[in-house]
């Protein structure tokens, strides 16, 4: 079964960091796309981050592009989006998804986790 649970979130001011993480369980993330999303309040989800199975590649978000890192850890079993120079439009609930789509274009997602949230406030 697909598992992943975020953590994580907080409440920071304008220009800290934050790293959340993204704990699977039940696949390999070798067999599976793995996006970063977010939903500010009355707002359509966004995407941040996501890694293509297929060939490793990773793409951002033009909001977030140059601040925030997505990676993961050898055990290859967690993942993390290292969030630098946050700004209050960055204030959303964040969310990992996995798919099986070998591309992050065009795929559909099926398990999510439950969310974290992050809010940026002076």
């Known amino acids: 079964q697909v598992q992943l649970m975020e953590s994580g979130g907080g409440l920071v001011q304008p220009g800290s960091s934050l790293r959340l993480s993204c704990e699977t369980s039940?696949?390999?993330?070798?067999?599976?796309?793995i996006g970063w999303f977010r939903q500010a309040p009355g707002k359509e989800r966004e995407g941040v981050s996501c890694i293509n199975r297929s060939d490793g590649i990773i793409y951002y978000g033009d909001s977030v592009k140059g601040r925030f890192t997505f990676s993961r850890d050898n055990a290859k079993t967690t993942l993390y989006l290292q969030m630098n120079s946050l700004k209050p439009e960055d204030t959303a609930i964040y969310y990992c998804?996995?798919?099986?789509?070998?591309?992050?274009?065009?795929?559909?997602?099926?398990?999510w986790g439950q969310g974290t949230q992050v809010t940026v406030s002076s």
């Open positions: 998804a996995a798919t099986t789509s070998p591309f992050c274009q065009g795929a559909h997602w099926y398990d």
């Open positions: 039940g696949f390999s993330l070798d067999d599976y796309t």
